[in-house]
């Protein structure tokens, strides 16, 4: 996979008992295209993957929601798993971090049961995306347009199903991360031009 993604700073929104592939393959993906990603938690130590209902691995946080400032990310990922949805979505910390995203129009990728979070949080109102179907009643009743898509792109969203959906999901992740990331540097460029005195400009 290209390099796309170099040096973008994606953060993990997570608690106990997240899908666990959900997490590995999509940052993978991330990884793969250059980015640097950060598990952000509920407390610190480690937190609980799970292969559905059964425990899987554990894996080191890095910060808390409470540390975290979103103006150093560039990207976020919500994987899904039941538990671990139900626990972050009413977590003002999580809340906080997405909506500041979702201000700023930075990337938001999520898949399953982790779009929760943004029903929670007041984020789907006129928005069109995917989720666990379980969860289609809950978006449509927030306000937004569910799809039964492998794989949904709405501006700055990009929403997906299930497991199977993964790869399409880390596709179209990469592809608005890279995008965003793009956009982002040029108008860093040119902000930079524009405050350079013309006596210094070589």
């Not at 393959?25 to 640097?36: C, T």
């Not at 937190?47 to 409470?66: P, S, W």
């Not at 990728?109 to 982790?114: F, P, Q, R, Y």
């Amino acid at each position: 996979m290209a390099q796309t993604l170099t040096g973008m700073s994606i953060a993990i929104l997570v608690t106990d008992d997240f899908e666990q592939v959900e997490l590995t393959e999509p940052r993978k993906a991330l990884h793969e295209a250059g980015a640097l990603t950060k598990i952000i938690s509920n407390k610190h130590g480690k937190v609980q993957g799970m292969n559905h209902d059964e425990k899987a691995d554990q894996f080191d946080i890095d910060m808390t929601f409470d540390e975290a400032r979103p103006e150093e990310f560039e990207g976020v990922l919500l994987p899904g798993g039941t538990m671990n949805a139900d626990q972050i979505r009413i977590n003002p910390g999580a809340q906080a971090f997405v909506k500041s995203f979702d201000t700023e129009g930075k990337p938001i990728a999520v898949i399953c049961h982790g779009a929760w979070l943004l029903v929670s949080a007041n984020l789907v109102t006129g928005r069109v995306l995917t989720s666990w179907p379980t969860l289609q009643d809950d978006i449509r009743n927030a306000g937004g347009e569910w799809l039964n898509e492998e794989v949904v792109v709405d501006g700055n969203l990009v929403s997906s199903r299930r497991p199977s959906d993964i790869p399409a999901f880390n596709q179209e992740m990469i592809d608005v991360f890279s995008q965003h990331y793009a956009n982002q540097g040029q108008r860093q460029r040119e902000g930079g031009l524009r405050q350079q005195r013309p006596a210094d400009r070589i």
